[in-house]
């Protein structure tokens, strides 16, 4: 039994590191009352920023490379979801159709650049990834040590905690009770002073950082090089951890735990006697699948932010 989880949660944490940190960045645009359909292409632009960035000064920075890169991509990230922030807040566009004009600008931009740059399809892969380590003291604890904190990777740990963070955030902050508020009522917020837009831009803004995050993480753990194919769909899943979990940061971070877990069953299947004999083509599709279900079977119970998706015009609701 113990080698079976040995074999599942290592990798369902690996694997769900970049949802997590995307789904925390689609929480706090939707709460704050923005669609963020957009995750996806923000991811893309993450991944694309944090490959590049190796790339060029891997050779400069040694070790500190894929930190300083994964801090680069989630900054450019975040002032490239500006774009979706003035659209939707300040021009009042369809939240949806903003979002997907991101992820096909994303995607352009990056593919483009990368033929222009690497006169290929594809960048080179990556020499200086992040790397599995085993967490001082807690590794040496026995069955739970090897578990949990024994050949793990750092963004997996970082991701959860900064779920906890983001939870505390929102719901334990002056700051979080106005974003939730916009969210919410931004009538009522604006009466009392709080400036819509700016709270809507902010939340925005750190979705873009979050989105960047995540991308940057799955290139530099997961991908290890960029192309059209880096990140499919892994941004539409964060965003459907975001309602699978109730907008709610620590409901996301379960979601996509779950989700990661999903999209382990391809690599760990060899290791679970009782995925063994499952047809790799089932274990490659189950994410989607689950993705599909999970949301078809708690999308009704899920109640969104009641101005989510609403342009806000002052003196209206």
Known sequence: MVDILNAIIPPALFFSAPLIFTALGGVFSERSGVVNIGLEGLMVMGAFIAIVFNLTFASALGAWTPWIAMLVATIISGVFSLIHALATVSFRADHVVSGIA?????????????????????????????????????????????????????????????????????????????LRAVGEHPMAADTNG?????????????????????????????????????????????????????????????????????????????????????????????????TILALAGFIGRAEAPSALGDPYIKGTR
């Open 102 to 178: 991101i992820n096909f600008l994303a995607l352009g931009i990056g593919v483009f650049l990368t033929k222009e740059w690497y006169e290929k399809g594809q960048t080179d892969m990556i020499s200086k990834p992040f790397y599995t380590m085993n967490v001082p003291i807690l590794s040496d604890i026995p069955v739970i040590g090897t578990i949990l904190f024994k050949g793990v990777y750092a963004t997996s740990y970082l991701a959860i905690i900064l779920a906890f963070v983001a939870w505390y955030v929102l719901y334990k902050t002056p700051f979080g009770l106005r």
């Open 194 to 290: 709080v400036n819509v837009y700016l709270m809507r831009y902010i939340a925005v803004f750190i979705s873009g950082l979050l989105g960047g995050l995540g991308g940057s993480v799955f290139a530099l753990t997961i991908a290890f090089n960029f192309s059209a194919s880096t990140i499919v769909g892994q941004g539409f899943m964060s965003l459907a951890a975001v309602i699978f979990g109730k907008w709610h940061p620590l409901g996301a971070m379960g979601a996509a735990l779950f989700f990661g877990f999903a999209q382990s069953l391809s690599v760990i299947s060899s290791s679970v006697p009782f995925l063994a004999g499952v047809p790799q083509v089932f274990l490659l599709i189950a994410p989607y699948v689950l």
